[in-house]
């Protein structure tokens, strides 16, 4: 049995093309209709994900993965299809939403950890862990203001890593963080596949996805255009890049 089910699952969002700037252009334009233009994010998708199935979606900028990925992780609500999600989830969207930029480090770990779901005793039992892959020991009592981007997200995909949920969600984690680290990242990402995580990647890092993906989907202007193994899917992708 499938552990995520998405059956033609679609996404409309309204977009507005009537900008209003200041209070006299809202009270003006609240004599008229506003324009709505339709936009629909995401068409008609179906997939199917294994329990331990590594999947990656592909395709170019705005072509759905990202929104797909919000969908399944419940942070958007699907304008008409259906979702199944048998088991909890772990969603790495938009690392480190949540810190506080006054607080050190450490005080932070604490708070985002609580976010993620983890109580404090686990936090606690997983400090060390947290800060020994973040590399941040020098800097764990530093106001996360003194903070570069690097060590920033850094420090929040090392507490993230640390929920035990079997489903993991990942938006282009590996476009950040420098060479070291991104290799730090594959060990883990071999280590999940190891323990039969369920893992849904985005990425536009075709050597990322050729290395870990089980299978591949490809997604264009919010439809799935093709899936299937990653060289076979991967090298459709490059090819249509090229035209």
């Known amino acids: 049995m499938a552990i995520i089910e998405c059956s033609n699952l ?3 969002f ?3 093309h009537e900008p209003r700037r200041s209070v006299k252009e809202s009270l003006a334009a609240m004599l008229r209709p506003r324009v709505y233009e339709q936009f629909k994010a995401i068409d008609n998708v179906s997939l199917s994900v294994a329990p331990g199935e590594f999947i990656s979606l592909i395709g170019p900028n705005g072509c759905g993965k990202s929104t797909l990925l919000k969908i399944i992780a419940g942070i958007y609500q699907p304008t008409s299809g259906e979702l199944t999600v048998r088991d909890r989830i772990s969603p790495f969207l938009e690392l480190g939403v949540g810190f506080n930029y006054d607080l050190t480090a450490r005080e932070n770990i604490y708070v985002y950890g609580s976010i993620l779901g983890l109580s404090r005793r ?11 892959f973040s590399e941040l020991e020098r800097f764990i009592d530093t106001p996360l203001r003194n903070f570069s981007s690097g060590m920033y997200v850094r420090l929040a995909f090392a507490t993230a890593v640390q929920s035990d949920a079997p489903i ?6 590996l476009a950040v963080g420098d060479e070291r680290f991104q290799r730090k990242c594959f060990a883990l990402f071999e280590k999940m596949k190891y323990q039969e995580k ?3 990647f985005v990425s536009h890092t075709m050597d990322s996805v050729m290395r870990f993906s089980d299978r591949v989907i490809l997604m264009d202007r919010g439809k799935k255009i093709m899936e ?3 060289e076979q899917v991967v090298t459709a992708y490059k090819a249509n890049m090229k035209t």
Do not use: C, H, S, W
């Open 122 to 132: 686990q936090v606690n039992e997983k400090f060390d862990d947290i800060v020994r």
């Open 14 to 16: 309204r977009l507005a």
């Open 10 to 12: 679609t996404k409309v």
């Open 198 to 200: 369920t893992i849904v």
């Open 228 to 230: 299937g193994p990653p």
């Open 168 to 173: 993991l969600l990942f938006d282009e984690v």
